[in-house]
């Protein structure tokens, strides 16, 4: 207790500039604040604050220090927040972007009953297969499925996803279902030519070592569930994720083919500009989503429903 008082005095001196300020804030005599500054720099073993009769000012070390407690005090604050009914409340607009095909499956259902948690937030959900750059386009946080590219933004892994190939029943009567990936040539392959994904290819496992084939492509389309119409269609072979097809397969509208070539899986990650003084709706928003994805039962597919016996 006596640290947490002494960076929270730390804190409030700093941003205020004066003992006296912070004292008042915290009902305490001045000499109360100087007393833990001291003690927490003599337990640290460096200067903080450069204090003279005039004026009070940050060292480097200081500087440094003091955005570390904020963050700190940020995440204390929303931490109890988060478990204490009377403590603050979520508030604010959130902006989050998604994949058209997985945001209308599996981020739209869940924007009421997230709402209906947090009554006082607002929330746009824009649906795109384009990577939408979250920090320029002002967005929140992006639900991403897939390889993620390299960058600055953080990134969290919510759940895994594992891609099938696929194709209907009526096309492998026509074609005779593929035995390796190299004879993905010799097929019709239905392919994504959003730039959001698949850019490397299909991947596969071969000899134990990851592969990414670019089939060459009979028909594309920059929607995936325009891809997985088509599939569903007899057009010809898709590469699409168990989420989407997992349905269809067992229900028999679609099997999947190379499952001993199967790649391992990649992930559904929430991806935000920075972890330092994430909003509470932010927060509650990414746990939200990990709750959910992480309950294995929220991914099975629906039982059948049983068609009713005549007497």
């Known amino acids: 207790m006596d640290r947490l008082k002494q960076i929270e005095s730390f804190v409030q001196v700093a941003t205020k500039g004066s003992l006296t300020a912070a004292a008042n804030l915290e009902g305490v005599a001045p000499a109360v604040i100087g007393r833990r500054i001291d003690a927490l720099e003599a337990r640290l073993g460096v200067k903080l604050l450069v204090r ?6 940050l060292t480097h070390e200081g500087s440094a220090f003091l955005e570390d407690c904020q963050r700190l005090l940020t995440d204390l604050a929303n931490a109890e927040a988060s478990v204490s009914a009377g403590g603050v409340k979520a508030s604010g607009h959130l902006r989050v972007t998604a994949p058209a095909g997985f945001g209308r499956r599996h981020v739209a259902p869940l924007v009421p009953r997230f709402l209906q948690l947090h009554p006082e937030v607002s929330l746009s959900l824009n649906l795109s297969d384009r990577v939408v750059d979250i920090v320029n386009e002002g967005f929140d946080c992006a639900v991403r499925v897939g390889d993620l590219p390299d960058s600055s933004l953080v990134s969290l892994r919510l759940a895994d996803n594992r891609r099938l190939c696929v194709a209907s029943p009526a096309y492998l009567q026509r074609r005779p279902a593929p035995q390796h990936p190299s004879e993905l040539s010799q097929h019709d392959c239905l392919t994504l030519s ?11 496992t071969v000899d134990g070592a990851l592969v990414h084939v670019r089939p060459p492509s009979r028909v594309d389309c920059s929607d995936g569930q325009v891809l997985h119409e088509w599939c569903l269609a007899g057009l010809g072979l898709a590469w699409r994720s168990t989420w989407e097809v997992e349905g269809d397969i067992a229900a028999g509208r679609l099997v999947s083919v190379l499952d001993d070539f199967a790649a391992p899986p990649n992930g559904i990650y929430a991806v935000f500009a920075q972890r330092k003084h994430l909003p509470l709706r932010v927060r509650l928003w990414i746990d939200f989503l990990k709750h959910t994805y992480g309950d294995a039962a929220y991914w099975r597919p629906p039982a059948p429903a049983q068609t009713p016996q005549e007497p």
Do not use: L, P, Y
């Not at 003279?52 to 000012?57: F, L, P």
């Not at 959003?194 to 596969?204: E, K």
């Open 52 to 57: 003279t009769t005039r004026r009070i000012s």
């Open 194 to 204: 959003s730039d959001a994904s698949q850019t490397r290819g299909w991947a596969f």
